[in-house]
């Protein structure tokens, strides 16, 4: 049997980065940036895409190596193939939890069965908390901190429950 595991790194976490950034709200890769913003959470947000110095004013980092201060959560949005890479750079920045948003695992067949298997064997041989691949994110009102690129969260007036 498994212990519980903490969640707290990818629900509630101090500080997020997210790896694949852009600046754009309507995009996989800019409604995490829009929506930690837009709900309110209060820690650092580290936009990660060599493309950009900045996004919206904020500096953006070619690597999470590169950002040199704890990060908690990483929220991952590039292709299938630099996955596993990127888990691995995050490992060794010392992130806990990764929300991946990529599709093009399991659900394509043997060759993403195959690629997600060693995503998953390589998360448990660092104790790496992973939600996804192929998922939309997480979202915790209660904390304003909302990974995620649903466009529903888009709507005003959505308020954390009891």
Known sequence: MNP????????????????GATP?????????LDFLTRYGFDGPIYPVNPRYDEINGVP??????QIGKPVDMAVVVVPAPAVLDTLR?????????LTIYTSGFRETGSDGAAMEAELVAQAAKEGTLICGPNCQGVANLLDNMVANFTSALAHEGIDPGP
């Open 60 to 65: 953006c980092f070619a690597s999470v190596t």
């Open 24 to 32: 754009d709200p309507k995009r996989p890769g800019g409604r995490p």
């Open 89 to 97: 750079e995050c490992q060794a920045a010392g992130i806990k939890a």
């Open 4 to 19: 519980l595991r903490d969640l707290t790194p990818l629900m509630k976490p101090r500080s997020v980065a997210v790896v």
